[in-house]
């Protein structure tokens, strides 16, 4: 059934969907009672809410994770959306269900940026989140849990009423102000945090303790949301984890007594259970000091453990069996989850087959469930049953679009014209970021930006970046974030840099998840939505890229620092850092390999600057006075760099061999950044190795008093990491980063091509000069 018949169906039915009755009900409320008066429905209007704004894990993500790491392989979203669609699903998912349910379209992901409308709410909810603050020892899919949601939430509201205000556009696809108070707001959460099975083995007190830092956060961020204005909230309780394969397969050793008749393990379910009563005890204390906020909690545990003990009853002939998977007793196995493949004997061997009826199924991938079962548990909770107080209402958004295209023509000819490139794609860490972490982790310094823009941009400096000057020399405006969903218009390019990003998989040697090979992912992404939003017409041709920009685009890289001063802090020698050297440059090369088999052409690379000169890097690490040299600087951090800057080099040189017609610039930032430390003066700065926004110490440099932080002092906020009064004299920004001032002296000596090579100036980089 398509969206419009189902919409209808719901009308004709007579389906009594979540209102401001909701609301205005519990007006009459007792303080703390979950009953209400009789009668008090009788009379008011059904609320329209103007907007959803979603916060959750897998079982709500409507494109977050993918956004971040690609999309999902088939056949996830295949059946109903003709493709991956960002979902962990066959299909619909209930925040589909419910969107519809209110006339809205699906909702978008908000760290999707390509061709998405917000107008009616945004979705937070990223797979593999947690309701707890992850840590070092948690590795899981996704590090955005509830809280970096909630930074999220805070940003867009803030940020979009500024870009809403532009007009044109940006007045169709942002919320208006009044919506925030009136919108609705979902939670589904917490299923990540009690699937391990060391829970099994805690004490009765200690799970319950356990079980109250997952509550404890979702609490918050309710108060924190009431207090920016929301008022409507309708939170989902957990479901019965001992019946998902992918549980039952983790545990071993349960006895037959801890199988239920449903088949599911009986310790998993009393641990939701603990949860659900104490999320709906939290739910009554928010109810009593939220006073004027309407909150409803939904028992969807035994909407779903109905569909395990009884499906057959509902029309599903398969409850815990997957139904896309590979191999034992529930078609489910860890290492070939639903989309994966692998080699076996030299062929290819994919779980992309699906069961032949997903419809007579609960489960979809072993985690999740079909979207089947997503209707059937959105049509017990729309009408109130399950709800408590029991009245309930619904609504979706946001259909996620994946296809390809080819690029167009290669643009250059060898002639010594000025290169007219349309576009830049940057990929990088901090040192060219425009508001990648920005957009992911929320709000930074309020002293970032403010010799520039007058406040924070998403760029850790005081002002631009290289790449911003990069942009301007080009007449281009300058490159928004491709994770920042606000406002961003990428006609003339996109950024994939992403600050603290490594070249490698970060479990080795960092925390941030978005690699080289990431960034990759995202682009080819955005290669192929941006194109097919473009052939939509409207405000999307003026906001994508054309098709052939990509081939005539310029692509700049810079990135490698953190992969050396990470390797430092993990307490690697020297040598045992040089030794993963090789195969960081490997991995990079094969990214410059995958964009030119993809039709990219010009292709201008950054080195690494001396890390040994950074008040970051040689405060947390301290060498011998004899190891120092006579700039200040850290000669072994630095011999590290020099080591990474020659395979660098070395790998280039390889690149135009093997990729004959690519024009392919290597960029000597080394050598510019390192004369800013050991001659600055020379140069018009004052202060080389001090830090201009920090506090304390020879270098002005604290890693727990860094840029911006403040201290209690007699109960009062008191800023310690304070700007200097000339940021313009200074070298280094905040420890780690440059100033405007800096960043403009190095892109003022890289433009002309002296320190490029080949060495031609960046407005002939698309000449192939070998």
Not at 83 to 104: S, T, W
Not at 208 to 223: A, G, W
Not at 259 to 266: L, N, Q
Not at 293 to 321: D, M, P, W
Request: net charge neutral; aromatic share 14%.
């Amino acid at each position: 059934m398509d969206l419009f018949s189902f919409h209808s169906l719901l009308v004709s039915m007579g389906s009594r969907f979540f209102s401001c009755v909701v609301v205005t009900i519990f007006m009459f409320f007792t303080p703390g009672s979950s009953s209400m008066s009789a009668g008090a429905h009788d009379g008011h209007e059904e609320c329209h809410f103007p907007a959803i704004f979603n916060f959750g894990d897998s079982n709500s993500d409507t494109g977050g994770l993918a956004a971040l790491y690609g999309q999902f392989p088939p056949p996830h979203g295949v059946p109903f959306f003709g493709a991956p669609a960002g979902r962990y699903c066959d299909g619909r998912l209930v925040i589909d269900f419910l969107a519809e349910g209110m006339g809205f379209p699906y909702l978008s992901a908000y760290l999707d940026s390509i061709g998405s409308d917000f107008a009616h709410g945004a979705n937070f909810a990223t797979a593999g989140a947690t309701a707890r603050t992850q840590n070092m020892t948690r590795r899981r899919a996704s590090p955005i849990s509830l809280d970096f949601q909630w930074n999220q939430f805070y940003e867009f509201h803030n940020k979009s009423q500024v870009v809403r205000s532009r007009g044109g556009h940006y007045r169709k696809l942002l919320p208006k102000a009044g919506d925030f108070p009136r919108a609705l707001y979902t939670f589904d959460i917490g299923q990540n945090d009690l699937t391990s099975t060391s829970l099994l083995n805690m004490a009765n007190n200690d799970l319950r303790t356990y079980v109250q830092e997952v509550v404890n956060p979702l609490e918050n961020i309710v108060k924190n949301i009431h207090g920016l204005g929301g008022r409507y909230f309708l939170i989902h309780n957990m479901g019965p984890l001992g019946c998902l394969p992918y549980v039952l397969e983790s545990i071993t050793g349960l006895a037959s007594s801890q199988i239920d008749e449903a088949g599911c393990a009986t310790p998993f379910n009393e641990i939701a259970q603990t949860f659900n009563n104490q999320l709906k005890e939290s739910i009554v204390q928010l109810r009593k000091d939220l006073p004027s906020a309407a909150i409803t909690y939904v028992n969807i545990y035994s909407i779903k453990y109905s569909l395990f003990r009884e499906g057959r009853k509902h029309g599903f002939n398969q409850s815990l069996r997957t139904c896309c998977g590979h191999g034992g007793k529930y078609n489910y196995n860890i290492h070939m989850a639903c989309g994966a493949f692998k080699i076996v004997h030299g062929k290819e061997f994919s779980v992309r087959k699906i069961c032949e009826n997903p419809s007579e199924y609960v489960v979809w991938d072993g985690a999740h469930f079909t979207e089947a079962a997503n209707r059937f548990i959105f049509d017990q909770i729309v009408e109130g049953a399950f709800s408590d107080p029991p009245h309930i209402d619904l609504k979706e958004v946001l259909v996620l679009f994946s296809a390809s295209s080819s690029p167009g023509s290669v643009f250059g000819k060898k002639t010594d014209e000025e290169c007219k490139f349309p576009a830049i794609f940057n990929f990088g860490d901090s040192n060219s970021d425009t508001g990648g972490l920005y957009a992911f982790w929320g709000e930074m310094p309020a002293q970032d930006g403010m010799s520039f823009f007058g406040g924070p941009v998403g760029r850790y400096s005081d002002g631009r970046l290289v790449i911003d000057f990069i942009a301007e020399s080009l007449g281009l405006p300058y490159l928004s974030s491709y994770l920042d969903s606000l406002g961003s218009e990428f006609a003339h390019g996109a950024n994939f840099a992403f600050g603290g990003s490594t070249v490698r998989f970060p479990t080795t040697i960092g925390s941030i998840p978005l690699t080289l090979d990431v960034q990759w992912i995202q682009f080819l992404k955005f290669h192929n939505r941006s194109q097919v939003l473009r052939k939509r017409g409207g405000i999307y041709r003026k906001l994508m890229p054309k098709p052939d920009y990509f081939s005539r685009a310029l692509y700049t890289i810079d990135i490698g620092q953190n992969e050396l001063t990470a390797g430092y802090f993990t307490n690697k020698t020297t040598d045992e850092v040089k030794a993963y050297v090789p195969n960081v440059i490997n991995r990079l090369q094969k990214v410059v390999q995958n964009i030119y088999n993809f039709g990219g052409r010009y292709f201008w690379i950054h080195n690494t600057g001396p890390v040994g000169c950074l008040p970051y890097v040689f405060v947390r690490r301290p060498v011998p006075a004899a190891l120092v040299d006579e700039a200040g600087c850290a000669t072994p951090y630095n011999e590290v760099s020099q080591y990474f800057n020659s395979k660098l080099k070395e790998a280039v040189a390889q690149l135009r061999e093997d990729l004959p017609s690519a024009a392919i610039t290597y960029v000597d930032i080394y050598s510019i950044k390192y004369s800013l430390f050991r001659e600055g003066q020379r140069h018009g700065f004052k202060e080389l190795i001090r830090v201009c926004c920090g506090h304390g110490g020879q270098y002005n440099f604290n890693v727990s008093l860094g840029c911006g932080v403040s201290v209690m002092v007699d109960g009062k906020p008191v800023l310690m990491g304070k700007p200097c009064e000339e940021p313009s004299t200074y070298v280094v920004w905040d420890g780690v980063h440059f100033t405007q001032a800096a960043n403009k002296f190095v892109f003022d000596k890289i433009v002309g091509g002296a320190f490029s090579d080949p060495p031609v100036p960046l407005k002939m980089a698309c000449q192939r000069k070998n």
